[in-house]
């Protein structure tokens, strides 16, 4: 049973950037699907991005296209969610998972949750 931790959600002006971390604790990490996803106060929980287990490929939601990257390092066991131009409506607390699904797959598809990193936009 893989553990993820989250790491470097804080407070940003709006238009700045973000680079949000996730580390597993198992070596079975480069046999993952790895996905974020987000949570704000009275919402539903949102897909943001998902990436193949190689990265060769990548999922984002219509709202975060052009502005986040999704990337992996399989050597560090690690994800990562790079945020530019952050807006108000990216305020959330961010969810790193782990899977077995498509990069197209939903959150049913993944087995392991971080305990998440909150992220908050100042307008």
């Known amino acids: 049973q893989e553990r993820l931790v989250e790491s470097g959600g804080g407070l940003v002006q709006v238009g700045g950037s973000l680079r949000l971390s996730c580390v597993a604790s198992?070596?079975?990490?480069?046999?993952?699907?790895m996905g974020w996803f987000r949570q704000a106060p009275g919402k539903e929980r949102e897909f943001v991005a998902a990436?193949?287990?190689?990265?060769?490929?990548?999922n984002y939601a219509d709202s975060v296209k052009g502005r986040f990257t999704i990337s992996r390092d399989n050597a560090k066991n690690t994800l990562y969610l790079q945020m530019n131009t952050l807006k108000p409506e990216d305020t959330a607390v961010y969810l790193c998972?782990?899977?077995?699904?498509?990069?197209?797959?939903?959150?049913?598809?993944?087995?392991?949750w971080g305990q998440g990193t909150q992220v908050t936009i100042s307008a």
């Open positions: 198992e070596r079975t990490f480069n046999t993952y699907t």
């Open positions: 990436i193949s287990v190689s990265g060769g490929e990548t």
């Open positions: 998972t782990a899977g077995h699904g498509s990069v197209f797959a939903g959150w049913q598809s993944y087995h392991a």
